[in-house]
């Protein structure tokens, strides 16, 4: 069990560029989630895979964000046309299914200046 | 919709003192309830888990009970520890659903 790592851990970008961060969870993992975190906040839902398929997106998930998650592996998330709004520390989890405890990576702090 | 509150912080306590961290939930169903740790400079980490009422879950000498009835998770330690600093959140996965929802956390400064 090497952990849930993700790329980069930091990432500063001008308003409008795109970004994208990638996320390997625990191989035997077939769930993998992405949440949002800002300051003084609890991680809020963005969307989560069983495997390639993308079950849930959050309501308030704008359409500039969009993941995949290809064979089922490694996850990607991307943000198009970036926003100092979308300032936060994204982070990426993976559990076992059902309703087993989610593992976290250590996030990337994505800055938009 | 599903929900966490969780008392505010921050919670300053001297060595050796007893904690307690309050988390009230609604949720439809019966939900699995988690508490997670936030240490400086590292990821969430699992801290415990109940999954049904009545439940008890622990883990270096914390506790926590699932309250269906009062639909609480509270958080306990009977003595801290200045390494138990860090930011503690509780959490809930609806039945239903593996969306899992947390609160805002509660930040926890022990004094030496």
């Known amino acids: 069990d090497t952990g849930v790592s993700q790329d980069p851990r930091h990432k500063i970008t001008k308003r409008g560029q795109n970004v994208t961060f990638r996320c390997d969870p625990i191989?035997?993992?077939?769930?993998l989630y992405w949440y949002r975190q800002t300051l003084g906040q609890g991680p809020e839902f963005l969307t989560y895979?069983?495997?390639?398929?993308?079950?849930?997106k959050s309501r308030l998930l704008s359409d500039r964000f969009s993941a995949e998650r290809p064979k089922g592996s490694f996850s990607t998330l991307e943000i198009q046309r970036t926003e100092q709004g979308d300032s936060a520390m994204y982070l990426c989890?993976?559990?076992?299914?059902?309703?087993?405890?989610?593992?976290f990576g250590n996030g990337t702090r994505l800055t938009v200046t | 919709g599903d929900s966490v509150t969780q008392m505010e912080g921050p919670v300053t306590l001297s060595e050796e003192a007893f904690l307690t961290i309050n988390c009230t939930y609604t949720a439809t169903g019966y939900p699995s309830l988690f508490w997670y740790v936030q240490y400086p400079g590292e990821g969430l980490q699992l801290l415990l888990k109940?999954?049904?009422?009545?439940d008890k879950g622990s883990n270096k000498g914390f506790e926590a009970t699932y309250r269906k009835e009062t639909t609480s998770f509270h958080l306990e330690k009977g003595s801290v520890q200045v390494s138990d600093s860090a930011v503690y959140f509780c959490a809930l996965s609806a039945s239903g659903t593996y969306k899992y929802i947390f609160g805002t956390g509660t930040r926890l400064k022990v004094l030496a």
């Open positions: 191989s035997e993992h077939n769930r």
């Open positions: 109940a999954t049904k009422a009545d």
């Open positions: 895979f069983q495997n390639e398929a993308q079950l849930e």
């Open positions: 989890a993976s559990s076992s299914g059902g309703m087993e405890s989610l593992h």
